[in-house]
């Protein structure tokens, strides 16, 4: 007999555990590093915001919101009205809701909005209606 039989199998047993240390380098989960936590939106400071709005038909009632906040109420208004408001302007633009209410029985009517960001550009929008109306106009 050639060799021992127990140095035989402690010779393969260290082969075979050799040969599990990269299989189980390859079977193992990976350890995933969580993505850092994205930054808090920052608050962005109040501005003053300049609105000249015009109308072809002088409307009952103007009332003007952002994010769920009447910033203007003109409960008579005049066909040319300008006012200044104090709001935040983030640099990717406003959203501003229009309510209008132009006579029922009058015909169809158009607002002219004017805004002056606090960089000073100015930016047009126009909203149409008749009666009672609710429009969303975004400003960049």
Do not use: C
Request: glycine residues 4%.
């Amino acid at each position: 007999m050639r060799g021992s039989p127990l140095l035989r199998a402690l010779l393969a047993f260290i082969i075979i555990a050799l040969a599990g240390i990269p299989l189980w380098q390859l079977t193992r989960p990976e350890v995933v590093v969580a993505a850092p936590a994205p930054p808090a939106p920052k608050e962005e400071a109040a501005q003053a915001i300049h609105l000249h709005l015009t109308f072809t038909t002088v409307p009952k009632k103007v009332v003007v919101s952002n994010l769920d906040k009447v910033i203007w109420e003109a409960p008579a208004p005049e066909a040319d009205m300008e006012h200044d408001v104090t709001m935040a302007y983030p640099a990717e633009g406003v959203d501003l809701q229009f309510h209008v209410e132009w006579p029922e029985d009058g015909p169809l009517s158009a607002m002219r909005v004017q805004l002056t960001d606090p960089a000073g550009d100015t930016h047009d929008k126009s909203v149409w209606g008749k009666g009672a109306d609710d429009e969303v106009v975004t400003f960049p």
